[in-house]
C-alpha cells in the first residue's frame, strides 16, 4: 500500500507554549525533581507521537486522513497528540482524560486551535455516542485503566463499523516491566504475580530501598497485565470480533496494532 507522510505545518504559539511549559514545571516539581525538565519536554512533545500516525497511514492507507474523518484520542495527556492528528490531516479531534489538571491544561494549549475537543471523563463510560469515530487511537493507556475489559468495550462502541482502533501497550511476556525497568514478573497469573512483587518490596526483602519501591509501585499504582491474545479475548468476550489488520513490535516489549471494527 502506498501511502504518504506528508504533514500539515502548524505554527504554536510560543506565548502559550511558554505558559504551558511553566504551569507543568511547577505541577511536577516535587514528582520528578532534577527531571522535571525532561518529563515535560517529553510531554510538549510532537515528534514522539509522530510514528504512531506513520504507522496507522502505513495500514489503514490516506483515505481516513482528511478533514471529515473524525477521529478520538484516548489519554491525550496535554494535547500533544491531538496536535499531531491535526498535522496528518484530520479535521475535528476529540479526546478523553482522567487527569482534571491535564484537561484544563490541554484546554488552555488547544484554544490556539479550531475544532479541538478534549474533554474530562471518569474513566469508565465515554461521553460519547455509539459509532460516533473513524478512528480511535490509544497509545499506553490501557495498562493503566480499572478495567481493561471494559475500556476496550467502550472504546469499540464509539469506533464506527469498519473503523479502526490503534492500540500500543506494553506486553506481559517481556523480560523488563517497562514502567520500573525491574525483572519482570507480568507473565505470571495476577495473584501470583502480585505475591512476588508484595514480597520484594516488604521488609524481609535483600534488595535495596529504591528497588523496594519500585516494585511496589506496579503493585500500588494497579498496572494491568496485558498481551495480544488478550485484547483479542477481551473484545470477543464483548461480541466484539475485529480483523487485526497489523501487529508488530515498535520497540522491545511495546506491542503495536491496528483492528478493524467489521460492518
Not at 497511514?57 to 490516506?62: L, M, T, Y
Not at 491525550?76 to 484544563?104: C, P, T, W
Not at 461480541?239 to 487485526?244: A, E, L, N, S, T
Request: with cysteine; glycine share 4%.
Amino acid at each position: 500500500m502506498e501511502v504518504s507522510f506528508a504533514r500539515e505545518p502548524l505554527n504554536l504559539n510560543p506565548e502559550v507554549e511558554n505558559e504551558i511549559r511553566l504551569l507543568l514545571k511547577d505541577h511536577y516539581e516535587s514528582v520528578y525533581h532534577e527531571h522535571t525538565e525532561n518529563y515535560v519536554n517529553s510531554l510538549l512533545s510532537l515528534v514522539n507521537y509522530e510514528c504512531r500516525y506513520q504507522y496507522l497511514q502505513s495500514v489503514i492507507g490516506n483515505d481516513s486522513f482528511r478533514p471529515e474523518s473524525r477521529i478520538f484520542v484516548s489519554g491525550f495527556s496535554v494535547g500533544s497528540e491531538m496536535i499531531v492528528a491535526r498535522q496528518f490531516g484530520f479535521g475535528k479531534i476529540y479526546g478523553a482524560e482522567v487527569d482534571l489538571f491535564l484537561v484544563n491544561v490541554c484546554r488552555k494549549r488547544l484554544s490556539q486551535f479550531p475544532d479541538m475537543y478534549p474533554v474530562h471523563y471518569d474513566g469508565n463510560t465515554l461521553p460519547y455516542e455509539n459509532e460516533q469515530f473513524d478512528v480511535l487511537v490509544s497509545g499506553h493507556i490501557v495498562e493503566h485503566t480499572r478495567v481493561p475489559e471494559l475500556y476496550l468495550k467502550e472504546c469499540m462502541r464509539v469506533i464506527a463499523s469498519g473503523g479502526y482502533l490503534f492500540l500500543e501497550f506494553p506486553t506481559r511476556y517481556h523480560y523488563k516491566e517497562l514502567h520500573t525497568l525491574l525483572p519482570s514478573f507480568e507473565w505470571l497469573p495476577r495473584l501470583l504475580r502480585n505475591g512476588v512483587l508484595l514480597t520484594l518490596s516488604s521488609r524481609i526483602s535483600p534488595l535495596n530501598r529504591q528497588k523496594k519501591e519500585r516494585f511496589r509501585c506496579i503493585v500500588t499504582t494497579k498496572l494491568k497485565q496485558i498481551s495480544m491474545w488478550q485484547i483479542r479475548y477481551l473484545l470477543m468476550k464483548n461480541g466484539y470480533r475485529p480483523i487485526v489488520l497489523n501487529s508488530n513490535k515498535a520497540a522491545p516489549g511495546i506491542i503495536r496494532c491496528v483492528l478493524q471494527k467489521r460492518s
